[in-house]
């Protein structure tokens, strides 16, 4: 049971990335995602997340208009566009799992590795 990020890499500012998050071994019906990125020599930003079942999402306000998350139940993927990208974006990405609707980290028993996004011209 985990859960791999993947689809990082280098973009320009403005550009747009699609992240992918392979849930396999979730049932997404029982478990909300959550994306969270850390940037070098930051803390770990919670994002967004996407609840199980409903569907319903939330935004944190450095993400909200930019980027949308949306899942694949029958296919265990969630994934995360991203758009408008800037250089303070830089960061590693990781996807979650919680039971909760939470974008507390603690709340965030299941983490998979990372994927690097770089936003440079």
């Known amino acids: 049971v985990q859960l791999q990020a993947s689809g990082g890499g280098l973009v320009q500012p403005g550009g747009s990335l699609r992240l992918s998050c392979d849930a396999s071994?979730?049932?997404?019906?029982?478990?909300?995602i959550g994306w969270f990125r850390q940037a070098p020599g930051k803390e770990r930003e919670g994002l967004l997340y996407?609840?199980?079942?409903?569907?319903?999402?939330f935004y944190t306000e450095s993400v909200k208009g930019r980027f949308t998350v949306s899942r694949d139940n029958a296919k265990n993927m969630v994934y995360l566009q991203m758009n408008s990208l800037k250089p303070e974006d830089t960061a590693v990405y990781y996807c979650?799992?919680?039971?909760?609707?939470?974008?507390?980290?603690?709340?965030?028993?299941?983490w998979g590795q990372g994927t690097l996004v770089t936003v440079s011209s």
């Open positions: 979650a799992a919680t039971n909760l609707a939470s974008m507390d980290e603690y709340d965030y028993h299941y």
């Open positions: 996407i609840t199980k079942v409903a569907g319903r999402t």
């Open positions: 071994g979730f049932n997404l019906d029982y478990f909300a």
